[in-house]
């Protein structure tokens, strides 16, 4: 079966630091560009930080540059994001997505997801 | 950054009534790089649609798109129960792929 499982999210105070893990299994993880999507409790979706196949390019919105670091194993078949001095306004669900096709953005298949709160 | 506005924000009907959701761009979409996904309650999204018409892989007919340029349509022809939902367009045709704001299909 073809999946994406994100583990790694928990109950973080602001200003810390927590790397999220998504593992892939039943595709070959290493000819899609990835990315992690996040949603705010009773939010939409959010688009975070994307990363090409091969880790030659790396993408991220306004919101998390210099805080956050995407990076793969492709040995591995997984993805991580790196996240730092963390936001009350970082508090969402983070979901890890496959790109449907090469230079393609839109996502054809998405984790479960792991909450991240961020809270005193 | 392209700006995606959808309309209406919820939209209140039947099963087996027609819904007709939009999805405006501020700047023009290019190659019709526009996405749908419907996401449940405590699920991760779902694709729908891609290059604004193209049905993803098991996702029935009923589901259509539509559009180019800036403004752009999902039809549901006849719902069903399973449809109602939050559905997002996505424009993807940048490095940063901005989302808008979601639509509620929910039963009247």
């Known amino acids: 079966e073809v999946q994406l499982s994100e583990s790694g999210g928990g109950l973080v105070q602001p200003g810390g630091s927590l790397r999220l893990s998504c593992a892939a299994s039943g595709l070959t993880f290493s000819n899609y560009g990835m990315s992690w999507v996040r949603q705010a409790p009773g939010e939409g979706l959010e688009w975070v930080s994307s990363i090409s196949s091969r880790s030659d390019y790396t993408y991220y919105a306004d919101s998390v540059e210099g805080r956050f670091t995407i990076s793969r194993d492709n040995s591995k078949n997984t993805l991580y994001l790196q996240m730092s001095s963390l936001r009350d306004e970082d508090t969402a669900v983070y979901y890890c997505?496959?790109?449907?096709?090469?230079?393609?953005?839109?996502?054809?298949?998405w984790g479960r997801g792991t909450l991240v709160s961020v809270s005193s | 950054e392209n700006v995606l506005t959808q309309s209406p924000g919820t939209l209140s009907l039947s099963p087996g009534e027609r819904a007709t959701l939009s999805c405006r761009a501020s700047?023009?979409?290019?190659?019709?790089?526009l996405a749908w996904y419907q996401q449940k309650p405590g699920q991760a999204p779902r694709l729908l649609i891609y290059g604004a018409y193209i049905r993803a892989t098991g996702i029935p007919d009923r589901f259509s798109g539509s559009g180019s340029g800036t403004d752009f349509t999902l039809t549901i022809s006849r719902l069903e129960p399973e449809d109602f939902a939050v559905y997002y367009c996505q424009q993807y045709g940048s490095s940063s792929p901005p989302f808008g704001q979601g639509t509620k299909v929910d039963i009247k």
């Open positions: 997505a496959k790109i449907g096709s090469i230079g393609l953005w839109y996502f054809d298949l």
């Open positions: 700047q023009s979409v290019s190659s019709s790089n």
